[in-house]
Antibody, heavy 122, light 113 residues
Framework: EVQLVESGGGLVQPGGSLRLSCAAS????????MSWVRQAPGKGLEWVAN????????YYVDSVKGRFTISRDNAKNSLYLQMNSLRAEDTAVYYC???????????????WGQGTLVTVSS | DIVLTQSPDSLAVSLGERATINCKSS????????????LAWYQQKPGQPPKLLIY???TRESGVTDRFSGSGSGTDFTLTINSLQAEDVAVYYC?????????FGGGTKVEIK
């Protein structure tokens, strides 16, 4: 069974840091681009970042550039999001997502984790 | 950045009737070299992650009922839900993956009339 399980969320003060993890199973992790997507409470979906199969390319939404870093460890079947200089507007459920096709660069997210909540508040 | 504008924001449809959701892109998401539209549709129910319904604008994801269909090309796209069922109550999002930053539409809430 294809599965993505996020962890690492929690309450953090403004200016603080958190590292999210996503454990993948049930598929060959190294064959897929992977992404982080977030959803603020009661709001819509916002794409945050993605990373190429081998980690050699990364893209970010402007609002997190310079503060967030996406990375992966294919040997551990894991995806990460290092979040620094956190702001109140970063409060959201963060989802790990996998492309639906492995032979395309991007193709839509056919697999999602259940999400982990990040709350930035003093 | 590509902006996706969904309409309407919400709609109420009677059971068994058709629901139509529109998604307009600020620029074309049709890649001419492969003639593919880089657009997907998702369904999200409360407390759950999104679920992929349609990708490449009209390809139904495996396991998705054929009551859901996608159409359109270039900048104008439509998600159609035929014979609306109670379990279709959800928020629906379009997404472009033509280039980064990937973007989502604002969502359309579908309810039963």
């Amino acid at each position: 069974e294809v599965q993505l399980v996020e962890s690492g969320g929690g309450l953090v003060q403004p200016g603080g840091s958190l590292r999210l993890s996503c454990a993948a199973s049930g598929f060959t992790f190294s064959r897929y681009w992977m992404s982080w997507v977030r959803q603020a409470p009661g709001k819509g979906l916002e794409w945050v970042a993605n990373i190429k199969k081998d980690g050699s390319e990364k893209y970010y939404v402007d609002s997190v550039k310079g503060r967030f870093t996406i990375s992966r460890d294919n040997a551990k079947n894991s995806l990460y999001l290092q979040m620094n200089s956190l702001r109140a507007e970063d409060t959201a459920v963060y989802y790990c997502a996998r492309e639906t096709e492995d032979y395309q660069i991007w193709s839509g997210y056919g697999c999602w984790g259940q999400g982990t909540l990040v709350t930035v508040s003093s | 950045d590509i902006v996706l504008t969904q309409s309407p924001d919400s709609l109420a449809v009677s059971l068994g009737e058709r629901a139509t959701i529109n998604c307009k892109s600020s620029q074309s998401v049709l890649y001419s070299s492969n003639n593919k539209n880089y657009l997907a549709w998702y369904q999200q129910k409360p407390g759950q992650p999104p679920k992929l319904l349609i990708y490449w604008a009209s390809t139904r994801e495996s396991g998705v009922t054929d009551r859901f269909s996608g159409s359109g090309s270039g900048t104008d796209f439509t998600l159609t839900i035929n014979s609306l069922q109670a379990e279709d109550v959800a928020v629906y999002y379009c997404q472009q993956y033509y280039y980064a930053p990937l973007t989502f539409g604002g969502g359309t809430k579908v309810e039963i009339k």
